[in-house]
T-cell receptor, first 115, second 111 residues
Framework: QQQVKQSPQSLIVQKGGISIINCAYE??????FPWYQQFPGKGPALLIA?????SEKKEGRFTISFNKSAKQFSLHIMDSQPGDSATYFC??????????????FGQGTILTVHP | DVKVTQSSRYLVKRTGEKVFLECVQD?????MFWYRQDPGLGLRLIYF???????EKGDIPEGYSVSREKKERFSLILESASTNQTSMYLC??????????FGQGTRLTVV
């Protein structure tokens, strides 16, 4: 049972375009929603994150949009660059109880940005 | 910089072997995690530990065990390796919920 569902599985974008990756979650106890970026041969690294008390967070060319009622969030990459080509994972976490901040990940999206 | 180091980048083991994957972190983090990464499935949590000698099962613990004798070190053990355990294994540590630092991964092939 996948508690965090991510789409699309792969995405091809031209340089300068907008990349959009979508995620949906089921567990309403989740209260932290990070995105991780993974380059080939490397482990995932935290890219940007949002809490459910805000609807949008922007860091440079990366923006998270969050819809609490729909239990959905998305990553937008503006002015996509070839160096953004990587695998992106959405994730969800809960700070409370006995979760100890463990992450539940989506299936991943392989982004390719063509020059 | 936080550093999470996994002992091997690549491993090839035979079916039935006992396999040890080692992970060390240098930031005094309380929480450590083992995930496996498979195409189309994302990262799935195998086990995690929130303190020395403490461990909790994740979503797919069957066929695995873990050991945490020191705060900085978290080991994943495949009791009897099988071909369906061929995968990329990722260790992570964190002190804040959801903010994990990952190692570079160990690609394990069981033949």
């Amino acid at each position: 049972q996948q508690q965090v569902k991510q789409s699309p599985q792969s995405l091809i974008v031209q340089k300068g375009g907008i990349s959009i990756i979508n995620c949906a979650y089921e567990n309403t106890a989740f209260d932290y929603f990070p995105w991780y970026q993974q380059f080939p041969g490397k482990g995932p690294a935290l890219l940007i994150a949002i809490r459910p008390d805000v609807s949008e967070k922007k860091e440079g060319r990366f923006t998270i949009s969050f819809n609490k009622s729909a239990k959905q969030f998305s990553l937008h990459i503006m002015d996509s660059q070839p160096g953004d080509s990587a695998t992106y994972f959405c994730a969800a976490s809960s700070a409370g109880g006995t979760s100890y901040g463990k992450l539940t990940f989506g299936q991943g999206t392989i982004l390719t940005v063509h020059p | 910089d936080v550093k999470v180091t996994q002992s091997s980048r690549y491993l090839v083991k035979r079916t039935g072997e006992k396999v040890f994957l080692e992970c060390v972190q240098d930031m005094d983090h309380e929480n450590m995690f083992w995930y496996r990464q498979d195409p189309g499935l994302g990262l799935r949590l195998i086990y995690f530990s929130y303190d020395v000698k403490m461990k909790e099962k994740g979503d797919i613990p069957e066929g695995y065990s873990v050991s945490r004798e020191k705060k900085e070190r978290f080991s994943l053990i495949l009791e009897s390796a099988s071909t369906n355990q061929t995968s990329m294994y990722l260790c992570a540590s964190s002190s804040l919920p959801g903010q994990a630092f990952f190692g570079q991964g160990t690609r394990l092939t069981v033949v």
